[in-house]
């Protein structure tokens, strides 16, 4: 135990002073573990445990905002809970909660207040109560902050500490390297009781940017990761914190303090008592993204961002060409790491992760044809002014209603089929509320809100809901049923451990994308197989390998596969995990 008290104090001082290298480590080490681990005498650390015991085949994931189901009634959290306990019990195990405080624009993501509980949608015990039934995961938005909150008016009025808190520039420098996700001007000028100010603002002028040069500011999100633990939160996701560090003359993302914050959150969760997953939300391009992997000693887990459009574009076109070469590439992640992967969640389809993955023609007819069924572009600014789509407004099943070819009658089987991707690759499958529950696009909410993105952020009425989980021809229980059949299906086999081996095969057909999964004491294989196109498909089974001596059946359909067969067939759209052992 002393070993592991003097490594985890030696990692934690060299961190410090990567962070910053003026202040007095040892001091700074203190006052973090003060934080932390409030009274920590009495708290338990434990040394580094193997990160594949963090998760396993059974671990899916939810992505709801709190009202996403609304009734006029009952509290949103407890008909969360309600619609959790009464439909997903059993096939998720775990539910990521969007921002659940109170705020003032951005769907929550300009938090107002991080340590109470928006009263509209419930209180402490809401949250508590649902973590005690699933895995629970919180946002930490830790970039900025509302504008109309007590932090930034506190800053503006001069009161300590929150006088130093925020990233202050001038109109006069040099910010054309700064990398943008919004079309909004950088800076707002505000009046301070110092004077005139210029702060920065990465997304909007609702959202202002906090100054970690500044280590109160660490020291207060360290205490506010606390506070979502001891309420029982076990996964927390860093927002936006690729743009967490920012120097004047720099691009102001990615920057190597970044990634040591990143570090130093990492040793804190490892060495805690309770069970804490980092998650990293960094929407860029694929190096990029891996890069808060670090050496295994950063994230535990990132979003396999270039996915979504991946998937979509192989939907729409019927060629897995691109998500395959994209899959091939991919490396595993180190162990003690995960994927998160998902095709849709309460953002857009990003379009920057698919740089460099797909064709800009390629690109450009996934555009169009999200345009036609209804969909919407969002920009963002580039260095020298010009502007690029920056993510498609959609939701993932109104995408699915149509290909480069138009609508057709297979847009049931094409969704299934796209969701059936994320459930088979390597990582932790997560699935946005309207995906699971066949939402169509809701032009009226981006009226209503004036944003974009509310066409994929519908909220439910819970009766008009229940009425139509209740009828098997309705959409929403279709969509459910199936994907539930399938997760109960996954939950079940090794070979879907996150950290399973993963090999792309090259199928002799580019409408056919398949994956081979071994589970980690290679006891069971799983051939996953998925048809991605509206045509029925014979493909060679001698292209995927199977050993003669094994029995093997499609646990989809139920069928015997004898290994001794020439050919595997597969109706339009269709998925099989063909394995030897169910």
């Known amino acids: 135990m002393k070993e592991q008290s003097q490594s985890f104090s030696d990692r934690l001082a060299r961190l410090v002073q990567e962070i910053y290298p003026d202040l007095d480590a040892d001091i700074l080490s203190s006052l973090i573990i003060d934080a932390f681990w409030p009274e920590h005498t009495t708290r338990r650390k434990r040394g580094r445990v193997p990160g594949n015991t963090l998760w396993s085949e059974h671990d899916a994931l939810l992505i709801t905002y709190g009202n996403s189901i609304v ?48 009263p509209q949608l419930g209180d402490w015990a809401d949250i508590r109560r649902i973590a005690g039934e699933f895995k629970l995961m919180s946002d930490l938005v830790l970039n900025h902050v509302s504008s109309q909150g007590s932090w930034f008016n506190a800053y503006r009025q001069g009161q300590a500490p929150y006088d130093k808190f925020f990233f202050e520039a001038s109109p006069d420098d040099d910010l054309s390297d700064v990398v943008r996700p919004r079309t909004t001007p950088l800076l707002k000028e505000v009046e301070t009781a110092q004077g005139r100010r210029h702060v920065w603002c990465t997304f909007s002028h609702d959202q202002i940017d906090l100054d970690f040069r500044n280590p109160e500011v660490l020291l207060e999100f360290l205490r506010i990761i606390r506070l979502h633990v001891d309420n029982g939160v076990e996964i927390i996701r860093l927002d936006a914190v690729a743009f967490l560090w920012k120097e004047v003359g720099s691009p102001s993302i990615h920057l190597p303090q970044t990634h040591a914050i990143i570090k130093l959150m990492r040793t804190l969760c490892d060495y805690a008592s309770e069970k804490i997953i980092l998650l990293t939300e960094t929407n860029v391009p694929k190096a990029e993204n891996l890069s808060y992997f670090g050496k295994g000693d950063e994230a535990h887990a990132i979003y396999n961002f270039p996915l979504p459009p991946l998937i979509l574009h192989a939907m729409m076109s019927g060629s897995a060409q691109h998500l395959r070469r994209w899959q091939r590439g991919m490396p595993p992640a180190p162990m003690g790491c995960a994927y998160l992967n998902f095709t849709a969640s309460h953002d857009g389809i990003g379009m920057r992760p698919a740089e460099g993955l797909l064709p800009e023609d390629e690109k450009q007819r996934v555009i169009e044809t999200v345009k036609d069924l209804g969909g919407l572009v969002s920009m963002r600014t580039l260095p020298d002014g010009g502007q690029s789509p920056y993510e498609l407004n959609t939701t993932f099943y109104e995408a699915m209603s149509r290909t480069f070819k138009g609508a057709d009658a297979y847009h049931f089987e094409r969704f299934i089929c796209s969701q059936t ?31 974009n993105r509310g066409i994929n952020r519908h909220r439910w009425d819970y009766p008009t809901l229940r009425r139509l ?28 451990h996150p950290n399973a ?11 056919v994308f398949g994956v081979w999964r071994q589970s980690l004491n290679r006891r069971q294989s799983i051939f996953a197989l998925h048809n991605i196109s509206d045509a029925a498909i014979t493909i060679s089974a001698a292209s995927i390998n199977m050993i003669h001596d094994e029995t093997w059946i499609d ?5 015997a596969i004898p290994a001794s067969a020439d050919d595997i067939t597969l109706a339009p759209y269709q998925c099989r995990w063909i394995t030897n052992h169910s």
């Open 71 to 118: 009734d006029g009634v009952y509290k949103p959290l407890d008909l969360l809970n309600d619609f959790l306990l009464r439909y997903l019990k059993g096939t998720l195990n775990g539910v990521h909660i969007l921002p659940f405080f109170p705020y003032t624009s951005d769907d929550g993501f300009a938090v107002s207040d991080f340590r109470v509980v928006n």
């Open 421 to 451: 991707i994320v459930m088979s690759l390597e990582g932790i499958p997560a699935f946005y509320i309207h995906s699971l529950l066949a939402t169509p696009n809701d032009h009226a909410q981006v009226e209503h809100r004036g944003l």
């Open 469 to 496: 989980l209740a009828d098997p021809d309705s959409p929403q229980a279709r969509v459910m049923a199936a994907l539930s059949d399938r997760l109960q299906i996954r939950k079940r086999q090794p070979a879907f």
């Open 501 to 511: 081996t993963q090999f792309t095969f090259n199928t002799d057909d580019d409408r």
């Open 555 to 559: 646990l989809l359909s139920g069928d």
